[in-house]
């Protein structure tokens, strides 16, 4: 339909096109949007698809199945983490967290095990810092940067002076089980097991509820290979160096 108006001379205007219809609206939507086909898939062909999903964190070794096994080790309240196990792992674990961008604060009674890491793990940033037994101050840990506090201070590690905060997980190494070892394991949130003997083995069944046959098998592992626990979970798990971890720290291994 057009519409016509008079000149002022009397003749015919030009046709002016009416105006086109108002964009349909939907009573709080607002205007409909384009359309376009749907994207659907039969059900049949659901087993097919796959999506490329993971979990963020710090790839510890492989599970049985040769899967990756990654430890969730920051958190928005701070995680307590447990090694009882060799230097080497701690060091392996320390590396490969400031590997995925998190910053690393050691406290060591043997600097000299650690210095040398350091330097190499920075390169010109100073992503690892070394420090004294309690001497650690606040780290400033946040979301978009973590801070893993690595405790290596003997059998029997002092009280640390360093006040809990969000995205700060402490890992206390330990070389066998001592007097705090008991307290220290049941409170923790996540446990590393390296080999140990029948009698540690046993102690650390009763307060980690293990099965029978776990426990057992815990005075039998081999230097590469660690048992992770959570207060729910349990997983075997084979720590195989990569080529620079192996040219600075050398092969897997129980003993310091």
């Not at 406290?107 to 350091?118: D, I």
């Not at 049941?186 to 540690?200: D, F, K, M, T, Y």
């Not at 720590?239 to 003993?255: F, N, V, W």
Request: charged content about 15%; some cysteine.
């Amino acid at each position: 339909m057009s519409i016509h108006r008079t000149s002022p001379a009397g003749a015919p205007a030009p046709a002016v096109p009416a105006p086109a219809p108002a964009a349909r609206a939907r009573a709080g939507h607002g205007l409909f949007g384009p359309r376009r086909g749907r994207h659907e898939l039969p059900v049949e062909q659901l087993a097919a698809l796959r999506l490329p999903v993971g979990d963020d964190g710090v790839v510890a070794g492989t599970d049985a199945q040769g899967q990756p096994a990654v430890l969730g080790m920051f958190r928005p309240a701070q995680l307590d983490v447990v090694v009882i196990g060799s230097v080497w792992t701690a060091q392996v674990l320390a590396l490969r967290t400031a590997g995925t961008g998190a910053r690393v604060a050691v406290e060591t009674a043997r600097p000299q095990a650690w210095t040398g890491l350091a330097q190499a793990a920075g390169g010109s940033q100073q992503c690892m810092t070394v420090h004294d037994v309690q001497q650690v101050g606040p780290q400033g840990a946040s979301v978009t940067s973590p801070v893993l506090v690595v405790r290596d201070a003997g059998m029997r590690p002092p009280r640390s002076r360093l006040a809990p905060g969000p995205w700060q997980s402490v890992l206390t190494l330990l070389p066998f089980l001592g007097p705090t070892a008991p307290k220290l394991v049941e409170h923790a949130g996540l446990v590393g097991i390296q080999r140990v003997s029948p009698e540690e083995a046993a102690v650390l069944g009763r307060i980690l509820r293990l099965p029978r046959v776990n426990a057992e098998a815990l005075s039998q592992l081999g230097d590469d290979m660690v048992l992770w626990c959570t207060p729910k979970h349990r997983k075997l798990v084979k720590m195989q160096p990569t080529d620079i971890e192996a040219g600075l720290l050398g092969g897997p291994r129980r003993l310091d």
